[in-house]
């Protein structure tokens, strides 16, 4: 028969409780994995408290032994079994996690892991680091996916990441930036800057490509000459590429996927610009003797590739918009001939926003254009493409006022 003991104080100790020398307090039990297992407090009642929580979990089949696994420990084991989900969401994710979560909270142990941990975490990206709404909900995200995993694991009761986002969604949901497109004046200064001879000239034509034809990024840079048809002025779109990390600070691979969605394979025609830019690069790398190296999933002869063969990243093409518009910004502060006091910062999504908004200004069938851009139906293409220039506003209005003079 068990000796029974006592605290310093006379309190009688239950099983498993033992008071330390330094006055703290430890329990000890074993998990179902036969392992020894430890929690300390400064008083009896915090340990009891303690040990409480813990019986709640053995009685509901939480295993304890994997409360000392981070999260970033089970977002690897995430990854391999990641299942239901597109190649191209499944890297976003990944991309988020790698960035935002890994060397962060992604370090905290599961154990530690609580509702109210996650709220103070994705409201410190908003407030700290200053991220839109958009961006957080897309880091929640992937936050979640990897808790629910440990949930399914039994290693956790309940996904702390459950309505984390509803305090934030009224505090910063309104914060998030809509993607405009350019106007038609700002459009002409960006292809007259790249269409000039200088540094960045070389991307005339990937960016000529993108704004004339609305693909995505990941399509155009997928682009291969054999996906060209010169003789009927038409580009053909059956693949992408993606980009992936390897892992933070190990690099990142490509790899060839099948498009976005089913309508995503389809003819684009190619207008004169396109077509002349394109000819424009395939003679100059004839010229200089500039080939294709990278072999992606068995494919090569990309289009898009930088002085050394290698296919271009949309990563690359982000940074070097960057550095261009703030060298456009440049010219139109030191000189007198634009009309505008400054140039916006342009994404390669803004581009295709920018197609799909001349589109509806041309006056374009909206099916047609539904289609041009891979969407799977109209109102799609209705939900994400809505602007309208104030050129076009202006000229709506004003065939509006020629119809009332004429009517009334």
């Not at 309505?163 to 459009?187: H, M, P, S």
Request: aromatic share 12%; hydrophobic share 35%.
């Amino acid at each position: 028969m068990q000796n029974k003991r006592y605290t310093h104080n006379k309190t009688l100790l239950r099983k498993g409780e033992y008071q330390r020398s330094n006055n703290t307090f430890e329990f000890r039990w074993t998990d179902k994995h036969g392992k020894r297992q430890y929690i300390y407090a400064k008083s009896l009642p915090e340990l009891r408290k303690k040990e409480d929580a813990i019986t709640r979990d053995i009685l509901d089949g939480i295993d304890y032994g994997k409360l000392d696994l981070t999260i970033n420990d089970y977002f690897e084991l995430w990854k391999k079994l990641k299942t239901g989900i597109r190649e191209t969401t499944f890297a976003t994710y990944v991309c988020y996690y790698d960035r935002y979560i890994a060397n962060d909270f992604g370090k905290t142990k599961l154990k530690n892991v609580s509702y109210s941990s996650v709220v103070l975490f994705l409201k410190s990206l908003a407030v700290d680091k200053r991220l839109q709404y958009a961006s957080v909900r897309n880091i929640e995200l992937s936050l979640s996916m990897v808790l629910d995993l440990a949930v399914k694991d039994e290693v956790l009761r309940n996904n702390p990441c459950q309505g984390a986002l509803r305090d934030l969604r009224r505090e910063f949901g309104n914060n998030a930036k809509t993607v405009r497109a350019l106007t038609i004046q700002e459009q002409k200064i960006f292809e007259g800057y790249l269409a000039k001879p200088g540094r960045y000239h070389r991307y005339y034509t990937v960016f000529i490509v993108m704004l004339w034809t609305g693909m995505r990024v990941g399509e155009v840079l997928g682009l291969r000459w054999e996906d060209i048809d010169f003789a009927n002025n038409e580009i053909n779109v059956n693949h992408i590429i993606l980009n992936y990390s390897k892992g933070q600070g190990k690099g990142c691979f490509n790899k060839i996927n099948p498009p976005k969605t089913r309508s995503s394979i389809r003819t684009i025609p190619m207008l004169p610009k396109v077509r002349e830019a394109l000819l424009a690069e395939l003679e100059y790398q004839n010229l200089v003797g500039l080939k294709c190296i990278s072999e992606v999933d068995g494919y090569t002869n990309f289009i898009f590739i930088n002085s050394h063969g290698y296919v271009l990243t949309y990563k690359k093409l982000n940074s070097r918009l960057e550095l261009i518009c703030r060298e456009i910004n440049r010219e139109i502060h030191e000189s007198d001939v634009f009309d505008i006091d400054e140039f916006p910062h342009v994404h390669n999504h803004m581009l295709r926003h920018t197609f799909a908004t001349r589109m509806r200004e041309a006056g374009a069938d909206m099916k047609a254009t539904s289609e041009m851009l891979g969407h799977e139906g109209i109102l799609i293409t209705l939900k994400t493409y809505t602007d309208a220039s104030r050129e076009f506003k202006s000229r709506e209005i004003a065939l509006l006022e020629d119809y009332f003079e004429k009517t009334f």
